[in-house]
């Protein structure tokens, strides 16, 4: 543990700015960073000393909880013996061969293959590339296109950030990558049919979106069964069912983006479990490690993966990574997917989840300035309105989130995150019930410190 005193936390902050691009670099941001030197289960502690829940697992992936000493052994374990191997053609390693077979029998039904990779962004790239690659295998190479959704986020690679349906994310990068397309609310929404979701976006605007593109010329439809940095929105009932009924109808493959729902988040192993549904490829990431070394995965169906091993030499799957199937990263891979399971993470993320949930209904559901409560398991979010009442001079918009997160942060300890007007929370996996308590102490305080002055 390194306690540090000012003038060494200026002289820290100075080399940042100095010499550090952050991810989503403004700045602006970076003035008064809190540097996190150490953490504890959902705890984490800041050069300075201050502790804080962590209330988004970091960036929604640290889902075992900090400082896990098992996790620590197991990569040091595997780094004396051999740290790297290579994966390629005719080379393999035990623990990416042992961690195959356990994320496959972890997921769905239908999955029959792995591929590892370093990240979200490129297990979505790579699913993406992998359902063209399929189309092409069955003597249907003008299946090209991918429907992306607004609101989603899939990543940082110059086609995971145009299949994400946030503007901000293109400003500047483009020409954005093409055959990549987004759906769209119908100009009359009565138009619309089925369940809205969270964000009130249709099933039916995915049919929408494959009518209007031409069947024939779609390769899959990508889909977070929570959309998670676009601000945590939940799906209807039925929404995930209709996808899965409409992907069929045309002949269109479902990627589940599941690189914040995998492993436990919403309460079950895989999200898209609670409505019956399989996707044909899902994405994975975070979660896998619990962020303790980088990794991620596509995983794709038995029938993708019968297709992918019985190519001509003509056809191989020219696909590859350095690091895929790192064998530290699966060791500790390996260990993690053995502590959710252990300690029956899952489990807590439901019924966790469900005392966050209820506790934010029971703040705020008659509350002026909050509106359209979501909660799955370990994931949630509320929006804030000013339209409620606006006489109480209600500071609305991105304002008054960033309000409510720095007051969570500064007189809560509890670190969250908010999207525009939303305020979300995603806590690691192992959060007891008096640490839900607290984080929902903080948020109260916060929503009120902000809109009942
Ligand atoms: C749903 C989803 N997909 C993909 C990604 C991209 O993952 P990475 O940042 O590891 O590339 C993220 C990152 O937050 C995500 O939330």
């Keep these: 543990m390194t306690i540090i005193d000012e003038n060494a936390y200026r002289k820290l902050t100075e080399a940042d700015l100095e010499n550090l691009i952050h991810p989503q670099h403004y700045s602006p941001d970076h003035q008064e960073p809190v540097i996190f030197d150490h953490g504890k289960g959902v705890w984490l502690t800041d050069v300075k000393g201050k502790s804080y829940i962590d209330g988004l697992s970091c960036l929604w992936n640290v889902a075992v909880g900090h400082g896990r000493e098992e996790l620590a052994d197991a990569a040091a374990d595997q780094i004396r013996k051999v740290a790297f191997t290579n994966n390629y053609t005719g080379y393999s390693n035990v623990p990416a061969i042992e961690l195959a077979a356990k994320v496959i029998s972890l997921t769905y039904e239908n999955m029959g293959g792995v591929f590892f990779t370093n990240s979200g962004s490129e297990s979505n790239e790579g699913a993406f590339k992998t359902a063209r690659f399929y189309w092409n295998l069955k003597g249907k190479p003008e299946k090209t296109k991918l429907i992306a959704r607004e609101r989603a986020y899939h990543g940082g690679t110059l086609a995971t950030s145009t299949m994400t349906g946030l503007p901000p994310f293109w400003k500047y990068f483009g020409p954005l990558v093409p055959n990549i397309v987004h759906t769209q609310a119908p100009e009359n929404p009565e138009d619309s049919v089925g369940e809205p979701n969270s964000d009130g976006e249709y099933a039916s605007w995915i049919e929408d979106s494959i009518l209007r593109e031409g069947p024939e010329t779609v390769a899959a439809v990508i889909c977070e069964p929570v959309k998670g940095a676009g601000g945590v929105w939940t799906p209807s009932e039925s929404y995930f069912r209709d996808v899965r009924e409409i992907c069929d109808k045309y002949d269109v493959l479902l990627i589940a983006d599941e690189v914040i729902t995998g492993f436990g988040r919403t309460g079950k192993m895989f999200a ?10 899902v994405t994975i990431a975070k979660a896998i490690t619990s962020g303790y070394i980088p990794m991620g995965a596509f995983i794709v169906s038995r029938e993708i993966r019968d297709a992918l091993k019985t190519v001509p030499a003509d056809a191989k799957f020219m ?44 703040i705020f559901d008659d509350h002026p300035h909050v509106t359209n409560i979501r909660q799955l398991g370990l994931i949630a979010g509320f929006s804030t309105v000013a339209e409620r009442d606006p006489d109480q001079g209600y500071d609305a918009g991105n304002a008054v989130g960033v309000k409510i997160q720095t007051h969570m942060r500064e007189e809560g300890s509890v670190i969250t995150r908010i999207v525009g007007d939303n305020v979300l929370f995603a806590p690691p996996l192992c959060v007891n019930a008096g640490e839900i308590d607290q984080m929902l102490d903080a948020v109260k305080a916060a929503v009120d410190s902000v809109t009942l002055t």
Aim: net charge negative.
């Design 319 to 362: 696909h590859a990574y350095t690091n895929s199937a790192h064998p530290t990263a699966s060791a500790v891979g390996l260990r993690n997917l053995q502590i959710i399971e252990e300690e029956d993470l899952v489990a807590n993320a439901q019924s966790m989840g469900d005392r966050f949930g209820a506790g934010l209904h029971s």
């Design 272 to 281: 898209l479990e609670r409505w019956n549904v399989q996707p044909d490829i």
